[in-house]
């Protein structure tokens, strides 16, 4: 089963708007981290964001900010007011403390800004 | 933010070679690297798991003999492509886990583009 499930279509948003980025994941583990990564066309990864499962807040970096639903099992991405730069892949990963810490990855949403 | 390189960048080799890529946790030190490989518009696919001091732990499917893992140091960590063949033309990256921030957070390097001819 997958444990990380990215299903939006590619997008397009305007410089300076603000984009969502869908997230649900799936785990019987109490204890898991949930990461953002974004990767231009280069191909190097970007670690963006991370929330806790048992982070009280929603974490923030910057523009950059996810909106933890712990019971509906998602972790969305928000970036606000979008700049060219941002136009990359973004993938959402988990990592499962009984899964040995390894990172499970989604397909990725693929962001096109535009001016 | 910690800092991972990876060398080369980019390798064009003939089929039949190996190429050896290198891992570099250049501001911390990683008891454990991982090495991916990626397929064009695809997520990454994880190959194996790479501890200091000991035998990588490969995913199903992976090939020890063809793609041989070497951490010999907290800091570095090498994959070898032996006798490398068109079907192993892809992107390869790696990461190291920074175990010291409380969140086993993956850094990335900037990724292998392998190309056989």
């Known amino acids: 089963a997958q444990k990380i499930t990215q299903t939006q279509p590619g997008m397009f948003v305007q410089e300076k708007e603000a984009v969502t980025l869908d997230c649900t994941y799936d785990?019987?583990?109490?204890?898991?981290?949930l990461f953002w990564y974004k990767q231009p066309s280069s191909g190097e990864m970007i670690f963006l964001i991370y929330?806790?499962?048992?982070?009280?807040q929603n974490a923030t970096e910057g523009r950059y900010s996810l909106n933890f639903q712990k019971a509906r099992k998602s972790a969305n991405l928000v970036i606000s007011a979008s700049q060219l730069g941002d136009s990359a892949m973004y993938f959402c990963?988990?990592?499962?403390?009984?899964?040995?810490?390894?990172?499970?990855f989604g397909k990725g949403n693929q962001v096109v800004v535009i001016p | 933010g910690a800092v991972v390189s990876q060398h080369p960048s980019w390798v064009i080799c003939k089929s039949g070679t190996s190429v050896k890529i290198e891992c570099r946790s250049l501001d911390f030190q990683a008891t454990t690297m991982f090495w991916y490989r990626q397929f064009p518009k695809q997520s990454l696919m994880l190959m194996a798991t790479s501890n200091e001091g000991s035998k990588a732990t490969y995913e199903q499917g992976v090939e020890k003999d063809k793609f041989l893992i070497n951490h010999a140091s907290l800091t570095l960590s090498t994959l070898t492509v032996t006798s490398a063949h068109p079907e192993d033309s892809s992107f390869y990256i790696c990461?190291?886990?920074?175990?010291?921030?409380?969140?086993?957070?993956?850094?990335f390097g900037p990724g292998t583009r392998l190309l056989v001819l």
């Open positions: 990461s190291a886990r920074d175990g010291t921030d409380g969140r086993e957070t993956q850094y």
């Open positions: 785990t019987s583990d109490p204890s898991y981290g």
């Open positions: 990963a988990m990592r499962e403390v009984y899964g040995n810490n390894r990172l499970a």
């Open positions: 929330q806790g499962s048992y982070d009280q």
